[in-house]
């Protein structure tokens, strides 16, 4: 038996392998960190090129590199030489498929830095994985193919990098090797690229030849194969490139409030992780969008109080007066603050399978803010094959267009040419909780900063005392021939009686006036809701029971309505009644028509029905009649009051 080796990795212990962790963390922790993306046409060698990296700064474990020479040889591409690609397609449908899908994120370090790099899919039906790996990127590494040249995938993800907002671009001319290093073929794909470049905004970029597969000017050695070039390697650029961080440094202080830190009675302060600019005690500082003025009375952290604070650090600020500021909010210097507003122009990435739909609520997302939100149909959506702005009336997988977003309250903002933190958003789906798109802030909706909201003296609650009731609006929702109508207007007739204030808005009687402009589109039926839903919110205001009678199909629009109004003042009255019971009422024979085919976006044939899923009210019209029905819901309607 061999002689025990305590330094032997096989046998080392816990003890052992937490000193070789803590000496790496102490050799690597004081180093600039680089997040920087590879992308471009597919077979470009991206995954190469990382694998590559991993390999010459010795980020490889043993076991890692027996494991690469073995699928090398079993899967590679490359011979009996190391197939570098296989260590970063991890997914098994790219091992099969030679390309890369998902985006793969690899940490290594050098000398002088540590970089993360992520290895994003070339292929157009994976844009939006590209896009979720440049979010958050200082440089993108553009590979062209020596052999092919500028490609259309090339332009595409040029384009999208230069929107994502990437300030230093690397051309990547790879697979010199299979090209005998010819200086004419660098020299061409660099003159068609800058043509290309200069079109769509890219300043500047570096361009390096280079071979992923040879190793030829990626370390810091240059490659005797290319005497005719004379710039950096790519591991010296990306070492010297300078890094998000330092640049947010020079900006104007802000911080966007996580949570508000109240241990004890004794201390309230305000955490979050500063986004640019840095901080001093003594600083003037403004609560934006409240607009209130304070001074910076310390800067705690875990390891105690700090004298400055900057980009990048998380920090807890205590101020010198106590003033309302939450979550959401944002600490801003205060001679320089940024602007709030709740309608912008930006540019969209749809990262959903279904389609945008124009009017309906989805969350927006930015930095510590969660808003309700609405996208107008796009003003154009780019083509990014051609760069030409297309008419359209929505946005699939993949599109990328302009268009309008309108919050519910205003938002902290800044354009995203300014600031990734303040200008760069997602938008949620209200009931999978699903990301659906990506956005990018241009600038605020000039009408939006004119319009201001006119203080009166008569208030709601004022007007609702007069009439001696609670307002709220019955929200009554269900299939067509359910009895909504019907019923709607026998509670109507009770509280009638009983002297309450009230007013009846009907579906089919509100297309007659304000809606007569609507059809019956997914589109068309949320702008329908949202105009009653403002007009319903207007008669709580006076002070009225509003009782509604819609459709109203989808879940997205109804809770749309719900967060217009005061908490409890809005009732899902579900009136369910099975399809087949209201199919055979059919009082106004459109079941029959949408059945016949006559009658397109029917709810319940060729439309979805998105019954509620937790309603104020349930009616059961198979167990009770339209009196009971009534009296149950003027019974809620009142005992809530």
């Given at each position: 038996?061999?002689?025990?080796?305590?330094?032997?990795?096989?046998?080392?212990?816990?003890?052992?392998?937490?000193?070789?962790?803590?000496?790496?963390?102490?050799q690597?922790?004081n180093?600039?960190?680089?997040r920087f993306?590879?992308c471009?046409?597919?077979?470009?060698?991206?995954s190469?090129?990382?694998?590559?990296?991993?390999?010459?700064?010795?980020?490889?474990?043993?076991?890692?590199?027996?494991?690469?020479?073995?699928?090398?040889?079993?899967?590679?591409?490359?011979?009996?030489?190391?197939?570098?690609?296989?260590?970063?397609?991890?997914?098994?449908a790219?091992?099969?498929?030679?390309?890369?899908?998902?985006?793969?994120?690899?940490?290594?370090?050098?000398?002088k830095?540590?970089?993360?790099?992520?290895d994003t899919p070339?292929?157009?039906?994976?844009?939006?994985?590209?896009?979720?790996?440049?979010?958050?990127?200082?440089?993108?590494?553009?590979?062209?193919?020596?052999?092919?040249?500028?490609?259309?995938?090339?332009?595409?993800h040029?384009?999208?990098?230069?929107?994502?907002?990437?300030?230093?671009?690397?051309?990547?001319?790879?697979?010199m090797?299979?090209?005998?290093?010819?200086?004419?073929?660098f020299?061409?794909?660099?003159?068609?690229?800058?043509?290309?470049?200069?079109?769509?905004?890219?300043?500047s970029?570096?361009?390096?030849?280079?071979?992923?597969?040879?190793?030829d000017?990626?370390?810091?050695?240059?490659s005797?194969?290319?005497?005719?070039?004379?710039?950096?390697?790519?591991?010296?650029?990306?070492?010297?490139?300078?890094v998000?961080?330092?640049?947010?440094?020079?900006?104007?202080?802000?911080?966007?409030?996580?949570?508000v830190n109240?241990?004890n009675?004794?201390?309230?302060?305000?955490?979050?992780?500063?986004?640019?600019?840095?901080?001093?005690?003594?600083?003037?500082?403004?609560?934006?969008p409240?607009?209130?003025?304070?001074?910076?009375?310390?800067?705690?952290?875990?390891?105690?109080?700090?004298?400055?604070?900057?980009a990048?650090?998380?920090?807890?600020?205590?101020?010198e007066?106590?003033?309302?500021?939450?979550?959401?909010?944002?600490i801003?210097?205060?001679?320089?603050?940024?602007?709030?507003?709740?309608?912008?122009?930006?540019?969209?990435?749809w990262?959903?399978?279904?389609?945008?739909?124009?009017?309906r609520?989805?969350?927006?997302?930015?930095?510590?803010q969660?808003?309700?939100?609405?996208?107008?149909?796009?003003?154009?959506?780019?083509?990014v094959?051609?760069?030409?702005?297309?008419?359209?009336?929505?946005?699939?997988?993949?599109?990328?267009?302009?268009?309008?977003?309108?919050?519910?309250?205003?938002?902290?903002?800044?354009?995203?040419?300014?600031?990734?933190?303040?200008?760069?958003?997602?938008?949620?789906?209200?009931?999978?909780?699903?990301?659906?798109?990506?956005?990018?802030?241009?600038?605020a909706?000039?009408?939006?900063?004119?319009?201001?909201?006119?203080?009166?003296?008569?208030?709601?609650?004022?007007?609702a005392?007069?009439?001696?009731?609670?307002?709220?609006?019955?929200?009554?929702?269900?299939l067509?021939?359910?009895?909504?109508s019907?019923?709607?207007?026998?509670?109507?007739?009770?509280?009638?009686?009983?002297?309450?204030?009230?007013?009846?808005?009907?579906g089919?009687?509100?297309?007659?006036?304000?809606?007569?402009?609507?059809?019956f589109?997914?589109?068309?039926?949320?702008?329908?809701?949202?105009r009653?839903?403002?007009v319903?919110?207007?008669?709580?205001?006076?002070?009225l029971?509003?009782?509604?009678?819609?459709?109203?199909?989808?879940r997205?629009?109804r809770d749309?309505?719900?967060?217009?109004?005061?908490?409890?003042?809005?009732?899902?009255?579900f009136?369910?009644?099975?399809?087949?019971?209201?199919?055979?009422?059919?009082?106004k024979g459109?079941?029959?028509?949408a059945?016949?085919?006559?009658?397109?976006?029917?709810?319940g044939?060729?439309?979805?029905?998105?019954?509620?899923?937790?309603?104020?009210?349930?009616?059961?019209?198979?167990?009770?009649?339209?009196?009971?029905?009534?009296d149950?819901?003027?019974?809620?309607?009142?005992?809530?009051?």
């Amino acid at each position: 038996m061999a002689d025990f080796d305590p330094n032997d990795p096989v046998y080392k212990t816990d003890a052992l392998i937490a000193e070789d962790i803590e000496a790496y963390l102490e050799q690597h922790q004081n180093k600039t960190l680089l997040r920087f993306i590879t992308c471009g046409s597919v077979d470009d060698g991206k995954s190469t090129l990382i694998g590559r990296l991993l390999y010459d700064s010795k980020m490889i474990f043993e076991d890692q590199l027996a494991a690469l020479e073995a699928d090398s040889k079993r899967v590679g591409t490359q011979g009996q030489e190391i197939d570098f690609a296989l260590l970063v397609d991890g997914l098994a449908a790219e091992r099969e498929q030679g390309i890369t899908i998902d985006v793969a994120y690899r940490f290594f370090a050098t000398e002088k830095r540590k970089f993360i790099v992520a290895d994003t899919p070339g292929h157009e039906q994976y844009t939006r994985n590209m896009v979720t790996g440049a979010s958050t990127a200082d440089l993108a590494v553009i590979l062209v193919d020596a052999r092919k040249g500028v490609l259309t995938q090339t332009k595409r993800h040029s384009y999208l990098a230069h929107l994502i907002g990437i300030r230093h671009i690397v051309l990547a001319v790879n697979k010199m090797d299979l090209v005998d290093y010819d200086q004419a073929v660098f020299e061409r794909i660099l003159a068609d690229y800058r043509g290309f470049a200069e079109g769509i905004g890219i300043e500047s970029f570096t361009a390096i030849p280079i071979s992923g597969f040879k190793g030829d000017n990626i370390t810091a050695a240059p490659s005797d194969k290319t005497p005719w070039y004379g710039g950096p390697s790519l591991i010296d650029h990306l070492e010297t490139v300078e890094v998000a961080n330092t640049a947010a440094r020079e900006r104007s202080f802000r911080m966007p409030v996580q949570w508000v830190n109240r241990p004890n009675l004794d201390f309230r302060g305000f955490s979050g992780l500063i986004s640019d600019g840095e901080i001093a005690p003594g600083t003037p500082v403004r609560v934006v969008p409240s607009g209130r003025n304070s001074t910076v009375k310390s800067i705690v952290t875990m390891d105690g109080e700090l004298d400055r604070a900057v980009a990048g650090q998380s920090v807890t600020l205590t101020l010198e007066d106590e003033i309302d500021c939450s979550r959401g909010d944002v600490i801003a210097v205060a001679e320089d603050p940024p602007a709030a507003a709740d309608q912008f122009e930006a540019t969209i990435v749809w990262m959903s399978d279904e389609a945008m739909v124009p009017g309906r609520g989805y969350w927006l997302k930015l930095a510590t803010q969660n808003v309700s939100a609405t996208v107008q149909h796009p003003k154009f959506e780019v083509n990014v094959n051609t760069m030409e702005h297309l008419a359209a009336k929505t946005l699939e997988l993949n599109s990328i267009g302009v268009c309008e977003v309108t919050t519910d309250k205003p938002i902290v903002f800044e354009p995203y040419a300014e600031s990734r933190t303040l200008g760069g958003f997602i938008l949620v789906d209200k009931i999978t909780n699903a990301t659906v798109g990506a956005g990018m802030i241009h600038f605020a909706l000039r009408r939006s900063q004119n319009v201001h909201w006119q203080q009166t003296d008569i208030g709601r609650d004022r007007h609702a005392a007069m009439k001696n009731q609670k307002p709220a609006v019955l929200w009554f929702t269900g299939l067509s021939g359910s009895g909504k109508s019907t019923i709607a207007n026998m509670v109507e007739r009770k509280l009638h009686r009983m002297n309450r204030h009230t007013f009846l808005l009907d579906g089919d009687n509100v297309r007659h006036g304000l809606n007569k402009d609507l059809g019956f589109t997914e589109t068309d039926r949320i702008e329908n809701i949202r105009r009653v839903g403002e007009v319903a919110r207007l008669m709580t205001d006076a002070g009225l029971i509003v009782i509604t009678a819609f459709i109203s199909p989808f879940r997205a629009e109804r809770d749309m309505v719900r967060a217009m109004l005061p908490e409890s003042e809005f009732l899902e009255v579900f009136v369910d009644t099975p399809l087949e019971v209201a199919e055979a009422r059919d009082v106004k024979g459109l079941y029959k028509k949408a059945r016949e085919g006559k009658l397109k976006n029917f709810t319940g044939i060729d439309s979805p029905y998105e019954a509620p899923e937790q309603p104020e009210i349930r009616i059961d019209t198979t167990a009770m009649g339209i009196e009971e029905a009534a009296d149950a819901i003027v019974d809620a309607l009142l005992g809530d009051a």
